[in-house]
């Protein structure tokens, strides 16, 4: 038995070890386990026990493993671990310990759908425009002195642009310099690779490779439409040569892990997305839940974990680079802060703008996004290699075309830079990317970088992004800093109101967390509602920098709200932390008797650290991280109820060239929102201030230069303090400062005309109005609602206790949080999760009833 024992783990670590693969998995006859097993049990053991078969470990994950059994309608653990917490309730003998204790965590895989590919139907070319002849003599030297015999480079606009120069990713003189991708490999996960195309052939990492919808090792196209993945790397690594046109990193490695091409458990995702991560570099993804404005979906907690795994251990420990593409619902309405992959603070999310930087109708705006590059619209899209032996296309477009090219972009960084983490890429690309003359809500950040939702920091440029690394000093480890919950359980007011709520982060959290400054912050929230469209959720800096989370979507007709949904910015990047933050959630659709209830949020700062000897590993994500939501602790003083006047559904301006009548999804100004609002509200001093406001001139957005032209001298006598930040946001510190502490001491509005020219100019203010208690628990029907699913939620949880431990009093008095079989609204109770330790994060779980 025990020599048994030996050889079954010798083999699996030697699997492992080897990077061998699991048995090939078959859905249509086996059951797969996913299962977290702590090391005082053996997998096999527990497979003996549960009459399971064991497949191995689930490669990346440290003390993951793979079981399989027939097919079977039950859930195999999930019924054993309730007929032992049944025999330990009659206290039969012998059951103090017990293999199912080690379980961590199991998932009984189920087969979700595909994921949408991020292309779009090509548009018919425009009239030809003519190329300037300068352009096409430099052109011209440059492929000479480069040797690029490419019979379609010239085609290739998105590196060289000939007909509207400048409006290009700006690479050539990165390529003179000798960096051209060497030594850095690429994966391109989507529908396949075409390693036989004469473009590929050369770059093809084999090693790097694999099928996880056929269970093969490479990664052939096979379906009709398996073209995307092959375009795609055509874009990063196609090689100098006679076939079609060149990559970005033409002397880059490109890899093919193929997850497209059919239906996909979590547990073959989780091993695709970090497939052979000491040697693929960078990950592409243009893919993601369906961009249908009415989805909201984040990726399962092994993929969560496996993603986690990558950053922290794939690349030598630097960090694998996810570059997810932003998503093309933008004319539904949708924004990629709704999809769990675009809005993971380790993924860089890169939307697109067309040949005349215009933003093009298909591209996703949200606070989550980094940056945006070059793709289809205006008449052209982008050239590339196809699926074939020498096929190019000229078709390939919508933001799964511009994820690519950051790929390429990043290739050629880390040829130049080895050494970056993925934190530095990420700051990087934020300091280099460039601003353009496009309308958008361009607003200046701590970095003093502008920031659009629609736009990101503006667009790559691969040669300002070479050069700014060669000297750059690496960033410090990463720190975090995560508040309480924050427990409103308030009704959202319909149309003109919304509700705030505030917390502060003082300079000792922070100092406590070893927290210097902010990158990514992310806001965890739960939102009841009877129509989720509606909802709109912002977040405002103590700098006074708003971040647009989350916003209103026509055809989103979810009875639900948000649960546990987590929400990120970028919008924050390089601010101190410190001071008041604020959430406001808006109801904008009115008239539709649609409710809801604002109930809790956190907080979550990561950044900098102070010390880098003090900093750590974030521990891997489990089910359990959100499940202290009702758990009162010390600070629920910082929380204020407020309400805040609102606008009604912001409008556009851009309107692109090739969809005049196609409004693009662009993103309020909450200035805009507010001061419509206040013009006719009672508080004259707010309005009138906002009339005069530059960025209200007739209501328009924004334009870049004006508000980057702002002066960053002080605005008040010495002794106040600036914070280090421009006047114009010290000015947005000290007013809404001073209406906050207005409000709350209940002084009269005569202070308000006091306050009238220091609130001048202000960008961002807004009216206060304190409501009743936080903690009063009065609530409304639906609020009643909630806590019966709530409830329920309790119920299912139950189920679980037996590896807990816990009394059913300490699972009552516990939240749910961990949702998992629960949270599925279609009762379809595959038990998506179940823990001891930890938990699984909302967002995922709510996801899986979602998945169509
Ligand atoms: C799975 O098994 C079934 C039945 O043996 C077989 O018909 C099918 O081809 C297998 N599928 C795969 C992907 O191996
Ligand atoms: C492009 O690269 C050149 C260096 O070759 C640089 O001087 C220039 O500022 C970059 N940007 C644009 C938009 O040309
Ligand atoms: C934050 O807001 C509270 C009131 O909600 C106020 O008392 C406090 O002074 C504010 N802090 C900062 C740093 O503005």
Partial sequence: MRVLHLCTLLSAAGLAAAGQHLPRRNYTTHDYYAVHISPSTSPQELASHLGLTYDGPLTSLAEHHVFKA?????????????????????????????????????????????????????????????????????????????????????????????????????????????????????CVVDDGLDYDSADLKDNFFAEGSYDYNDHEDLPTPKLSDDRHGTRCAGEIAAGRNNACGVGLAYDAKISGVRILSGDISDLDEALAINYAMQKNFIYSCSWGPPDDGKTMQAPGILIKKAMVTAVQQGRGGKGSIYVFAAGNGAASDDNCNFDG?????????????????????????CSAQLVVTYSSGSGDSIHTTDVGANKCTGQHGGTSAAGPIGVGVYALLLEARPDLTWRDVQWLTVLTAVQFDQPSDWTK????????????????????IVEKAKDWELVKPQAWYWSPWMHVKKPIPEGDHGLASVFEVTADML??????????????????????????????????????????????????????????????????????WTVIVKDVITGNMKKGVFIDWRLRLWGECIDAAKAKLLPMPTIHEDDDHDKIDDHPAHTTVVSVPAGTRPTMTAIPADHPDRPVNQKPSQTQAISQTQATSQTQATSQTQATSQ?????????????????????????????????????????????????????????????????????????????????????????GAAASKKKRARRGGELYDAFAGESDEDLLSDDEGDEGPYRDRDGERYNEKFEVE??????SASSAGKRQ
């Fill in 695 to 783: 960025t209200q001139a007739n209501g328009e957005q924004t334009a870049a230069p004006t508000t980057s032209s702002l002066p960053s001298e002080n605005f008040l006598p010495n002794p106040f303090p600036t914070f280090g930040v421009s006047k114009r946001t010290q000015i947005w510190i000290y007013g809404a400062v001073a209406l906050i502490i207005l409000f709350i001491a209940g002084l009269g509005t005569y202070l308000f005309i006091a306050h009238r020219k220091r609130l001048r100019e202000s960008r961002d203010s807004y009216e206060f109005e304190v409501l009743d208690d936080v903690e009063d628990r009065e609530d409304t029907g639906m609020l």
């Fill in 445 to 464: 950040a701590a970095t003093g970088k502008m920031f659009s939702h629609q736009f990101g920091y503006g667009k790559l440029d691969a040669w300002a």
């Fill in 70 to 186: 027939p097919k079977h309608d039950n859930d195999i653990i999930d019924d054993a671990a309730q007929e032992l917490k049944r025999r330990r309730r009659k206290r039969e003998p012998g059951l103090e310990s017990h293999p199912l204790d080690s379980v961590q965590f199991t998932q009984k895989q189920k087969l979700n759908p595909r994921h949408w590919k991020r292309s779009v139907i090509p548009q018919s070319p425009d009239r030809a425009v003519p190329p300037v002849t300068d352009a096409i003599k430099a052109q011209r030297e440059v492929a000479n002195k480069l040797q690029i015999k490419d019979p379609i480079f010239e085609e290739q606009w998105h590196l060289f642009n000939v007909k509207t120069p400048g409006n290009d990713i700006n690479i050539t003189d990165v390529w003179m310099q000798g960096i051209t991708g060497k030594g850095v490999t690429a």
């Fill in 341 to 365: 992959y675009t809005n993971s603070i380790y993924s860089i999310t890169v939307g697109a703008i067309d040949k005349n930087n215009n933003h093009p109708y298909y591209s996703e705006a």
């Fill in 838 to 843: 930890g938990s699984d994060d909302a967002s």
């Fill in 511 to 580: 100092k406590e967390a070893n927290f210097e400054r902010v990158e990514h912050i992310t806001l965890t929230m739960n939102v009841d509602h009877q129509r989720r469209g509606d909802i709109l959720v912002q977040l405002h800096s103590p700098s006074g920098m708003v971040s647009h989370l989350s916003t209103a979507r026509r055809d989103d007709e979810a009875a639900i709200g948000y649960e546990d949904w987590t929400f990120m910015s970028v919008a924050h990047w390089g601010e101190s932390g410190i001071g008041n």
